[in-house]
C-alpha cells in the first residue's frame, strides 16, 4: 500500500505536478478557488479542472498587491499569480463566498496573467428563491468556459462529468466509512493527500487510484489501539499544516470524523443525477449535508452538526482548527464554543497561520488535550 501513497506523495511538495504535465499535452488547465464551483462544469469542457492549493511560500510579492490581514490562502494565491507560478492555468473561476476571496479577483486581474471567471453564490441556504439566480450564474460561467476553452459544454457532457465525480466522491465516502472502522490505516496526513489529489489530477486517473487504494485498506487490519476517538472541525478552504495533523496521532489520538475541506466536507454530498445538471449544481449548494460559515443556514446549524458526529462516532473530544483571519469561522467561533460546552462536549481551539509558527506550543496544547480526555 505505501507504493499507492507514494503515488500521491507530490501533492505536498508540487499539488499542481499532474495538471502542469497535462498542460505541456496538449490540455487547457482551469484553476477554481474554493469551496463550491462544480469542478463537473471545467471537465465538461475538456479542460483540466484544479482547484487552488494553500501556497506552501513565504508570501513576499504578493504583499504589494493585497492586504496583509486577509487569510493566507488568498494572500498566498496572490503572491504566486504576482511570481508568476500560476501561469500555467488557462483561466482562473474565482467562487465568491467570502469578504477576502471577493478581493482576489482585483489584483489577478490587474496582472492580466489568465481571465478570471467570476461566480457569486448567494449567502442564504436552502432558499429556493435563489434557485434561479445560482443556475443563471453558473450558465453565464459555462457560456465564458464554452469561450476560453473553445468546446461547447453540453447536458450530456456535465452529466457524465457529474457520474465521474459522484463516483470519486463515493470511493473518497468509503475510505472514510474503513478509516472509523479501522482506526489507523490510515493517517489524517494521509487521508488529507487522498482528498487534495481528487481536487488536482485528472478524475478518471483519480478514480482508478482510489479504487486500487480501496482493495488494499480492506486488507489491512486496525493500526491503533488507543481509545481516544476525535473530530476534526474548521480550516474551512485549504488544507491543514501536515505537522499539526500528524501530532494529533503522535500524541495517541485517533481521527474517526471530521468537517474539514480536505476532508469530509469535499465529498460528502453529491450532485442529483435525476435533475437538469444546473439546477441539480444550485440544489446541491443550498442543502448541502455540512453547514457551512460562509452562508445564513436557517435550517441546518453547524453546532449541532458537530454535536450529532461527535455522538454517532462515539467521540470524545473535539479539535477546532482555525485558519487565522479566516473571518466566516472566526465570526461563528464563539456561538460553535457555547453550543458545545452546553452539551458538555470536550473541545480545543487551534489557531494556525499561513507563516508557520512553531509546532512545540500546538504540541503541548494537543498533548494536555489527549491527557485530560483520557482521565
Known amino acids: 500500500m505505501s507504493n499507492l501513497l507514494e503515488k500521491i506523495g507530490f ?36 479542460c483540466v479542472p484544479v482547484i487552488l492549493q494553500a501556497s506552501k511560500e513565504p508570501i513576499t510579492l504578493g504583499f504589494s498587491h493585497y492586504h496583509h490581514f486577509f487569510c493566507g490562502l488568498t494572500r498566498g494565491i496572490v503572491d504566486l499569480a504576482a511570481k508568476g507560478k500560476l501561469d500555467f492555468i488557462d483561466g482562473l473561476i474565482l467562487s465568491d463566498m467570502c469578504f477576502e476571496m471577493r478581493h482576489v479577483a482585483d489584483p489577478l486581474r490587474r496582472f492580466r496573467r489568465f481571465p478570471v471567471i ?7 441556504a436552502n432558499e429556493e428563491r435563489w434557485l434561479d439566480f445560482i443556475t443563471g450564474r453558473l450558465g453565464k460561467c459555462v457560456s465564458k468556459l464554452e469561450e476560453l476553452s473553445g468546446n461547447r459544454i453540453g447536458d450530456q457532457n456535465i452529466e457524465a462529468s457529474i457520474r465521474l465525480y459522484n463516483k470519486n466522491r463515493a470511493l473518497l465516502r468509503q475510505i472514510y466509512e474503513l478509516r472509523k472502522v479501522k482506526p489507523g490505516i490510515l493517517s489524517p496526513k494521509e487521508m488529507s493527500a487522498l482528498v487534495i489529489s481528487s481536487m488536482v489530477t485528472p478524475v478518471e486517473e483519480n478514480n482508478k487510484f482510489l479504487s486500487q487504494l480501496i482493495a488494499e485498506l480492506e486488507r489491512l487490519q486496525p493500526k491503533v489501539a488507543s481509545d481516544t476517538r476525535l473530530i476534526l472541525s474548521g480550516h474551512l478552504c485549504h488544507e491543514v499544516k501536515d505537522g499539526i495533523l500528524d501530532l494529533i496521532e503522535t500524541m495517541g489520538g485517533v481521527v474517526v470524523g471530521d468537517d474539514l475541506y480536505t476532508g469530509f466536507r469535499y465529498y460528502a454530498s453529491d450532485v442529483d443525477t435525476n435533475t437538469p445538471p444546473m439546477e441539480a449544481f444550485a440544489r446541491r449548494y443550498l442543502n448541502l449535508k455540512i453547514p457551512c460559515p460562509t452562508r445564513v443556514d436557517i435550517k441546518r446549524d453547524w453546532a449541532e452538526f458537530l454535536i450529532q458526529s461527535f455522538k454517532e462516532q462515539k467521540a470524545k473530544g473535539i479539535i477546532m482548527i482555525l485558519a487565522k483571519n479566516c473571518e466566516p469561522h472566526m465570526i461563528y467561533y464563539p456561538y460553535m464554543k457555547a453550543r458545545l460546552e452546553s452539551a458538555g462536549i470536550p473541545h480545543i481551539l487551534i489557531q494556525v497561520e499561513h507563516e508557520m509558527v512553531s509546532l512545540e506550543g500546538i504540541r503541548t496544547r494537543i498533548q494536555a488535550f489527549i491527557e485530560i480526555l483520557r482521565g
Do not use: C
Open 118 to 124: 467570476h461566480m457569486q453564490w448567494p449567502l442564504e
Open 11 to 46: 501533492v505536498f511538495e508540487d499539488p499542481y505536478k499532474r495538471a502542469k504535465e497535462e498542460k505541456s499535452n496538449g490540455s487547457k488547465v482551469i484553476g477554481i478557488t474554493p469551496m463550491f464551483f462544480p469542478q463537473e462544469i471545467v471537465h465538461a469542457a475538456n
